[in-house]
């Protein structure tokens, strides 16, 4: 495998889209979360959040009924489509077309979860960002791989890629069975980690920002959010995914010396979102 390549400032530059001034909510993408169930509402609220502040003109949640007050009261910017079942996900009917979609957040792994997102994977057409819940399901389901869209950004930790990919010996096993997992299924791989790594086939490219204070419940979910909003925002899958993980990780160190590590929370990620893009900008 070749060094792996950074993803700097000055990389980021080379692809970021300044917002234009002319611009309205309806060419800023509409893109749809969709995530939660009982006792995970909070994945919904903060992958939510962190897409509409990450710049997408519109955001859809689709949600088990358990999470609508909770969504609606939490983010107001946010619109919500709720499931007929109370505590999961059992149907994912869309009452538009988005730009792009996030799915996976504390979706858990009900059965009716597992055939609405078989059935979601048979008929979508959106780019997709795929997160926590839904890869496990993937990885317990390998042959609904083969529905997941060229492209797709499939956002592991250890563990989920593991329960993807089998386990590996040593760091470079690790690397060659992401590499011929990407290669085959032709998607993208946001490798999350300290640091994390983006496979996009034989290419590896290496975030540089972010801190431990990021190791806190949630701030996965965040990512999802940003990853969404900017594919939503029509960048490329593997530009959205490198300045996801790269403005992800910036917010982390912008706030670390307010907040120290301890006290760092998912919500800080987002509540830091407005520096980090405005310090790609001078
Ligand atoms: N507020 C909410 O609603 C929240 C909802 N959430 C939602 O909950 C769902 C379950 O997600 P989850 O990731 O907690 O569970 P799971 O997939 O079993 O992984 C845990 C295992 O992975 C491992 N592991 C993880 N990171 C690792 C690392 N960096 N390096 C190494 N190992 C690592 C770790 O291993 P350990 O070290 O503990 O042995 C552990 O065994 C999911 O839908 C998510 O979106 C959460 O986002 C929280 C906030
Ligand atoms: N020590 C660390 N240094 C840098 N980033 C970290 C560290 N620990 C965790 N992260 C980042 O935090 C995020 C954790 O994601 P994930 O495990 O999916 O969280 P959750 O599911 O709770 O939302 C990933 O983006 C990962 O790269
Ligand atoms: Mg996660």
Redesign the pocket.
Do not use: M, Q, S, Y
């Given at each position: 495998m070749k060094p792996p390549y950074l993803i700097t400032k000055e990389e980021i530059l080379k692809f970021y889209k300044p917002v234009n001034p002319l611009t309205h909510k309806g060419l800023q993408g509409h893109a749809v979360i969709i995530a939660?169930s009982y006792?995970?509402?909070?994945?919904a609220v903060?992958a939510s959040k962190s897409c509409i502040k990450s710049g997408c003109g519109l955001v859809t949640a689709l949600i088990p009924k358990c999470g609508y007050q909770i969504l609606q009261i939490s983010i107001p910017e946010v619109m919500v489509v709720t499931d007929e079942n109370a505590n999961f996900i059992t149907q994912i009917n869309l009452p538009l077309i988005p730009k792009a979609i996030g799915i996976?957040?504390?979706?858990?792994k009900e059965l009716g979860t597992q055939k609405a997102v078989f059935e979601f994977l048979r008929i979508n057409k959106a780019p997709l960002v795929l997160?926590?819940?839904v890869l496990?399901i993937l990885a317990e389901n390998q042959s609904w791989l083969e529905l997941v869209p060229e492209k797709t950004i499939l956002t592991p930790?250890?563990?989920?890629l593991e329960r993807l990919i089998g386990k590996w010996d040593s760091e470079a096993q690790k690397f060659q069975k992401a590499i011929a997992f990407s290669e085959q299924y032709k998607i993208i791989i946001v490798m999350?980690?300290?640091p994390t790594f983006i496979i996009n086939q034989t290419a590896v490219c290496q975030n540089t920002t972010g801190n431990a204070a990021l190791?806190t419940?949630?701030s996965?979910?965040v990512l999802t959010g940003i990853i969404t909003s900017l594919l939503s925002q029509s960048y490329e899958p593997l530009h959205a995914a490198q300045l996801g993980v790269f403005i992800h990780g910036l917010t982390a160190d912008i706030a670390l010396p307010k907040t120290g590590y301890q006290s760092f929370i998912a919500s800080d990620i987002i509540k830091n979102l407005g520096k980090a893009f405005l310090s790609l900008e001078n």
């Open positions: 939660g006792g995970k509402i909070g994945a903060l996976g957040p504390g979706i858990g997160d926590a819940d496990n930790h250890p563990k989920e999350k980690g300290a190791a419940a949630g996965g979910d």
